[in-house]
């Protein structure tokens, strides 16, 4: 499964908020900065995620961006839904080499491949909460095995 880059950044925003506490927000310069991102790409990313309900935004000095709903509530499946321009359903549009049409539009051997691999993945990501996203890389890569029902310890990154 390859991630977008829309779908690591509009999820590493909703995390930063995640991890706010209550009566806290963020603005939008403050989202962009502590992502690295540039603040026209933080805009589109809230924009998005504002009119799917995962984050409200209120306006003036003391204003900004805070999660819409308690985070343990935001499944990663929805907020990929969200973000995710290339859905399963487009993909025998997007792949007809020089035909208008998929020449396998009636009998095709991939398909029930590629929909069952889509299927595992939203399985997976929705049993994971944006809640599971708070805490450092070991603890999420914990729980994260242990909900799959794997267990595997990861390499601290060197940098």
Known sequence: MKISAQEEYGLRCLVQLA?????????????????GISAANAGKLMWLLNKAGFV????????????????????????????DADLVDSHCDNYTGVMEKCVHMGDCGIRPVI??????VENALSQITLAHLVGSERSVDLM????????????????
């Open 19 to 35: 991890n706010l506490k209550d009566g806290e927000s963020l603005t939008l310069p403050q989202i962009a900065e502590r992502e």
């Open 56 to 83: 409200q935004s209120t306006r003036g000095t003391k204003g900004g961006y805070l999660l819409a709903r308690p985070a343990g509530e935001i499944r990663l499946s929805e907020i990929i839904k969200v973000l």
């Open 115 to 120: 929909v069952g691999l889509h299927e595992i």
């Open 144 to 159: 994260f095995h242990s909900i799959q029902g794997i267990h595997r310890t990861i390499e601290p990154q060197r940098v």
